[in-house]
């Protein structure tokens, strides 16, 4: 019995998912011993084989997108969702649903003839088997969750907050300490505590985990004087399209 079969594909995005993988550094030899990889977006060509699990990174924006979907859908045992793009919308999908003056305006001459809808995530079009955040992925939970996948179970994930990680980590509170807009306790964990443990406040990009208190964490951003406009924006980056 040969290895199942696994392919990694792109909708819109800035590929920085994929990119994730093929930084994985000693850990692609992993990947490669546990699957055979048929597809691979921007490092190797297609074999041309249908894989048994595919996984999407970008958000759905044309037809062209939609229609690949559903053939993928066809072919696959299961598709996972990877990157917030995929999962949510993602970044693009702040601002107006109507773009197309936007398009106008970057590309007067071709703008108006572009096949360009407001991006979706992946689940809008087809089911979807698991979704694996993050703007970007995290290498190691990623493999993590493929651990499972491959074994035909859901992965067991972290359920409590990026707050935890930090505290696992012994990072000092961003929040408490520094005054930092920090949307690590309502945030799901699983990036290892990534931006904190640099330095940066957490933007969310795992999205809220089950027992959030937003109105708790929108009450301290007040308190530490962020205005209503700015507590807005700082949700709206990521997690509200997580919902």
Not at 74 to 99: L, Y
Not at 202 to 213: E, H, K, Q, S, T
């Amino acid at each position: 019995m040969g290895k199942p079969k696994a392919g990694f594909y792109s909708l819109t995005s800035c590929s920085g998912d994929i990119l994730e993988i093929t930084n994985l550094g000693e850990d692609i030899l992993k990947l490669f011993d546990l699957v055979e990889v048929v597809h691979l977006n921007v490092a190797m060509p297609s074999t041309g084989k249908d894989p048994d699990i595919a996984f999407v990174e970008g958000a759905v924006t044309s037809l062209d997108d939609e229609k690949f979907l559903k053939t993928l859908r066809k072919k696959v045992k299961q598709i996972v969702a990877i990157g917030t793009c995929a999962c949510t919308g993602g970044v693009i999908a702040r601002g107006p649903e109507d773009r197309r003056n936007w398009l106008i305006d970057v590309y007067p001459e071709s703008g108006a003839g572009f096949d360009i809808h407001f991006p979706r995530p992946v689940k809008d079009i087809v089911s979807v088997d698991f979704s694996i955040p993050g703007c970007p992925i995290e290498k190691k939970y990623l493999l993590h969750c493929l651990g499972y996948l491959l074994k035909g179970v859901l992965p067991e994930v972290p359920a409590y907050s990026v707050c935890m990680e930090c505290k696992m980590k012994g990072n000092e509170c961003l929040l408490r300490y520094r005054g930092s807009a920090c949307l690590g306790p309502v945030t799901k964990a699983g990036c290892g505590a990534r931006q904190p443990s640099l330095g940066r406040p957490c933007d969310g990009c795992f999205g809220f985990y089950d027992d959030a208190n937003k109105e708790s964490l929108i009450e301290i951003f007040r308190e530490m004087g962020l205005s209503e406009d700015e507590i807005k924006k700082r949700f709206d980056l990521f997690l509200e399209r997580g919902r």
